[in-house]
């Protein structure tokens, strides 16, 4: 029976914590270990306003403001759209490699790509851990960024191929 790892985040307040290590940072989890998924706690939080966390009856969870009548993106929101989209690139960056490889390409971008593909991941969750998790704590907010852009200059390179 095949099993797929999926990573689940369950932390919060979520408004505490900081949007890269605790939300983008899960897709980069997905990319080092094989994962294949993403789950967080409370898209949906009937905590209350969640503009005014004075008058919240407890503390939300959700990456979202909610209020009674709109929804709007939380910059953890955001984060969770862009480690998406990380894990996407990647995901093209990994296939495309598999497609050269398999036509027998030996150009010296497949092992720069290959290369790439190996030590994003642990560069990226260097912000990650316990310990990293507040707005606070000094990271390199900008890794998941760079990283982002080298596989998308990897995948422009590799399709002149």
């Given at each position: 029976?095949?099993?797929?790892?999926?990573f689940?985040?369950?932390?919060?307040?979520?408004?505490?914590?900081?949007?890269?290590?605790?939300?983008?940072?899960?897709?980069?989890?997905?990319?080092?270990?094989?994962?294949?998924?993403?789950?967080?706690?409370?898209?949906?939080?009937g905590?209350?306003?969640?503009?005014?966390?004075c008058?919240?009856?407890?503390?939300?969870?959700?990456?979202?403001?909610?209020?009674?009548?709109?929804?709007?993106?939380a910059?953890?929101?955001?984060?969770?759209?862009?480690?998406?989209?990380?894990?996407?690139?990647?995901?093209?960056?990994?296939?495309?490699?598999?497609?050269?490889?398999a036509?027998?390409?030996?150009?010296?971008?497949?092992?720069?790509?290959?290369a790439?593909?190996?030590?994003?991941?642990?560069?990226?969750?260097?912000?990650?851990?316990?310990?990293?998790?507040?707005?606070?704590?000094?990271?390199?907010?900008?890794?998941?960024?760079?990283?982002?852009?080298?596989?998308?200059?990897?995948?422009e390179?590799?399709?002149?191929?």
């Amino acid at each position: 029976m095949l099993q797929r790892l999926w990573f689940y985040w369950c932390s919060g307040p979520s408004k505490l914590l900081d949007p890269a290590s605790c939300y983008r940072g899960q897709f980069w989890l997905n990319l080092k270990y094989g994962g294949r998924g993403s789950c967080y706690w409370a898209f949906g939080d009937g905590a209350g306003g969640s503009w005014n966390a004075c008058i919240q009856p407890r503390a939300p969870y959700s990456p979202l403001f909610l209020s009674e009548t709109t929804i709007t993106d939380a910059k953890q929101m955001e984060a969770i759209r862009e480690g998406a989209e990380d894990y996407e690139y990647f995901t093209m960056l990994r296939a495309r490699v598999d497609e050269l490889e398999a036509e027998g390409v030996s150009a010296g971008v497949v092992a720069e790509a290959q290369a790439l593909l190996t030590t994003a991941p642990e560069r990226a969750v260097t912000n990650m851990g316990p310990d990293r998790q507040q707005w606070m704590v000094p990271k390199d907010r900008e890794v998941m960024d760079r990283l982002r852009l080298q596989a998308l200059r990897m995948l422009e390179r590799l399709s002149r191929l």
